[in-house]
């Protein structure tokens, strides 16, 4: 038991929990599709399996990879030890126990109760440090966290009371939360990669006013997400969205270096944030009455950026800090290349052929099954 507690992949939080969420993100998406296209016959999950879909992406799926990098980033910021051993086997226990308890034959209350716990203890993880530190500067970052686990008590109230409307309400705005996450975090490391990645100089540090409005933008779209005010287009809603639209392409505008288009592990991060931009784009044209379906500006900010910005954190993360090379194999690249591809066929394709949901499910599987072969050796040995 000893031994088990002080392996490597129990040494920092990113290590299990990167590798738990994508070999995650292979299989749910696997098994979403096909059941889709009816080659998955059986009893259903509690539910029925879109309301399994749509909990386990954003609430399993991508709570798993936020959980790693900021078990990570945190011990960074505040000087303070990493969980790790034990404590940290404990909590991917419980991830894993409510990834699990969908297949089996439960009632929804036991259900529910082995769904909640994990964001909240990830939250009181994470603030324990923080506050300690006296962090304050990240404390928005605890907040958002806090907020997802609200919009998972929303969804999961929507499976229990078999209300569809509630489960979209509280899925969409959690997706919305992690954008926010995204908005802060990469707006903190998307430029620092670039300029070390680049051997830059440093620049002067941006007005900080355009990315407090962004943050703030993001989380007013969660609030109108988890209160229903998306079910409809209003025309002042477009005007959200299009500020948050204005300010993605502001950032992508000042980040930009011709030399970023050499470095896969840059332009997968560039190409991955381009696609917040599409999204908050897209949903300020459905406002607007120009767009027929909301669902495609879902997806683009889902496959294509929450999907394609995780898939090039985690393999950026996962060679720093094991102390290797900033230099991704071949094999690993195609996979940013498919998952972007993978983004545009589930929003250019799917309006017109029903082939390009499949295809879109194919290459994320593909992405992110790439980034197993070359990262759990990597992820389950020491630092080098």
Not at 202 to 221: D, E, G, R, Y
Not at 252 to 269: A, C, E, K, M, T
């Amino acid at each position: 038991m000893r031994k088990l507690a002080a392996a490597p992949v129990f040494s920092l939080g990113f290590r299990p929990f990167f590798f738990a969420g994508a070999l995650f993100a292979l299989v749910a998406v696997a098994i979403w599709a096909l059941w889709l296209y009816g080659r998955l016959p059986g009893a259903q999950p509690i539910g029925g399996m879109l309301s399994w879909h749509r909990h386990e992406m954003p609430f399993g799926f991508a709570s798993a990879i936020i959980a790693g990098f900021l078990l990570t980033a945190v011990p960074n910021w505040t000087g303070r030890p990493g969980l790790s051993g034990w404590p940290l086997i404990g909590l991917l226990l419980v991830w894993l126990l409510a990834r699990l308890a969908w297949l089996l034959p439960i009632p929804a209350p036991l259900l529910i109760a082995l769904q909640t716990p994990f964001l909240p203890l990830l939250a009181w993880m994470l603030g324990r440090d923080l506050i300690a530190a006296g962090k304050r500067e990240n404390y928005p970052i605890l907040l958002v966290v806090a907020f997802m686990a609200g919009c998972q008590a929303l969804t999961l109230w929507g499976i229990a009371t078999d209300d569809a409307g509630l489960q979209r309400h509280g899925v969409l705005a959690a997706l919305w939360l992690v954008a926010a996450l995204m908005t802060v975090i990469g707006g903190r490391v998307i430029p620092f990669f670039i300029q070390r990645g680049l051997n830059r100089p440093a620049t002067p540090a941006a007005n900080p006013l355009p990315t407090k409005i962004l943050l703030v933008s993001s989380l007013l779209a969660a609030v109108s997400f988890a209160s229903g005010l998306n079910d409809s287009p209003r025309a002042w809603l477009s005007v959200l969205f299009l500020l948050m639209g204005t300010l993605h392409l502001w950032r992508l505008w000042r980040w930009h270096d011709r030399g970023i288009w050499r470095v896969p592990l840059l332009w997968s991060l560039y190409l991955a944030y381009a696609w917040m931009l599409m999204a908050a784009l897209a949903m300020a044209l459905w406002h607007a009455g120009l767009m027929p379906q909301q669902s495609l500006a879902t997806h683009a900010l889902a496959v294509g950026g929450i999907g394609g910005l995780i898939l090039a954190m985690i393999a950026r993360v996962s060679l720093g800090h094991t102390g290797r090379l900033l230099q991704p194999s071949k094999t690993v690249v195609l996979g940013f290349a498919l998952l972007v591809v993978a983004g545009m066929c589930r929003v250019l394709l799917v309006p017109f052929s029903g082939a390009g949901l499949a295809l879109s499910a194919l290459l994320w599987c593909a992405a992110f099954g790439l980034f197993l072969t070359r990262y759990t050796t990597i992820l389950f040995k020491p630092r080098v």
